[in-house]
């Protein structure tokens, strides 16, 4: 059984910063493709970040230079240190994985078939 279990959401003050993590297991993880997203307050979900098996990562343009996604394939873990934080960041974070050949987008997102629960992160201004 497949399980995403995100970690480390809060509340920060605009500017601040916040490092989320995913614990993975029950799949061969350095396999997988993983990403974070994340959806607001009526809108839709949307993907922040990307890193493939090989640790090529890809990001969404509204968190360039500011989000850094990474992965430990030997703990089965994923992180997105996310610095310089707006209040337009306020989301429910999801950690996904896909398994699609060689493929890793945040796009479609309908490709990643495994997902966490969520953590939430609020940015006051």
């Known amino acids: 059984q497949v399980q995403l279990v995100e970690s480390g959401g809060g509340s920060v003050q605009s500017g601040g910063s916040l490092r989320l993590s995913c614990a993975a297991s029950?799949?061969?993880?350095?396999?997988?493709?993983m990403g974070w997203f994340r959806q607001a307050p009526g809108k839709g979900r949307e993907g922040v970040a990307v890193?493939?098996?090989?640790?090529?990562?890809m990001y969404a343009d509204p968190v360039k230079g500011r989000f850094t996604i990474s992965r430990d394939n030997a703990k089965n873990t994923l992180d997105l240190q996310m610095n310089s934080l707006k209040p337009e960041d306020t989301a429910m974070y999801y950690c996904?994985?896909?398994?699609?050949?060689?493929?890793?987008?945040?796009?479609?997102?309908?490709?990643?078939?495994?997902w966490g629960q969520g953590t939430q992160v609020t940015v006051s201004s």
């Open positions: 890193i493939d098996r090989g640790g090529v990562a």
């Open positions: 029950g799949l061969t993880y350095s396999r997988y493709c």
């Open positions: 996904a994985a896909a398994l699609v050949g060689s493929w890793c987008g945040v796009r479609p997102e309908n490709l990643f078939g495994y």
